[in-house]
């Protein structure tokens, strides 16, 4: 299995409301991602974790909250969003991160966001 | 600060034309990505290029690293429609903490 899941596909949500997204990997890979991504632009990278752990945070704003429960699954809690967040939020894995290691990342195919 | 410089970002061609994309930068990258993005999707893997000098193919897509591993080029023979769609280059900086550095990206459209 080299795929890695999103759920919901799309949202569409008030200023207000409490969503999450949801991203799940059965590789076995111990690093995954969430980036960010407007169109036509590169993904923006938000949160590394390595081996569950938060090991990068862009300076993304509190609005956006990472969790990881396991090795295979990865989530986006949202809250008090702004229309600018509207965007194709991409989940990705990798098998480690470490150094001189290829690094190579499977994306899943992303939840389109908006927010109004 | 690592940058990748991808040229051209958009690219408008005929099916059955020869096309090359390239992605450039002043450091050393210990191994380049390129994927492929259509609309609402995500970024698929294409290739992985970790050796200067090195040459691969995937069907009509041949990719090369530079030989000092600064700069690596996408070339597509006999473009056709199905190619269409966002190329991202993406490489592993010397301090690998997990950070993939993207080039802008070339948007390319394959008219029929």
């Known amino acids: 299995d080299t795929e890695v899941t999103q759920t919901p596909k799309h949202l569409v949500m008030g200023m207000t409301n409490k969503k999450s997204l949801k991203c799940e990997q059965h590789?076995?890979?111990?690093?995954m991602y969430w980036y960010k991504q407007k169109a036509k632009k590169p993904p923006e990278l938000m949160f590394v974790y390595s081996y569950e752990k938060l090991s990068i945070n862009e300076s993304v704003p509190s609005r956006f909250s990472p969790e990881c429960p396991n090795s295979s699954l990865l989530n986006l809690h949202l809250h008090a969003l702004q229309p600018e967040d509207s965007a194709l939020y991409l989940c990705?894995?990798?098998?480690?991160?470490?150094?001189?290691?290829?690094?190579?990342?499977?994306f899943g195919p992303g939840t389109r966001l908006t927010v109004l | 600060t690592q940058l990748l410089e991808q040229s051209p970002q958009f690219l408008s061609i005929q099916e059955g034309e020869n096309l090359t994309v390239y992605c450039n930068s002043s450091s050393v990258f210990s191994s380049l990505q390129w994927y492929r993005q259509e609309p609402g999707e995500g970024p698929v893997l294409l290739v992985t290029v970790v050796t200067g000098g090195e040459v691969k193919k995937l069907k009509r897509l041949t990719f090369q690293f530079g030989d000092a591993r600064k700069d690596s080029s996408l070339h597509i023979t006999a473009a056709q429609p199905g190619d269409t769609g966002l190329y991202l280059c993406?490489?592993?900086?010397?301090?690998?903490?997990?950070?993939?550095?993207f080039g802008q990206g070339t948007t390319l459209q394959v008219k029929p």
């Open positions: 993406a490489g592993a900086g010397s301090s690998n903490t997990g950070k993939l550095i």
């Open positions: 990705a894995s990798s098998q480690v991160v470490q150094l001189d290691y290829l690094n190579e990342q499977f």
């Open positions: 590789m076995g890979h111990r690093a």
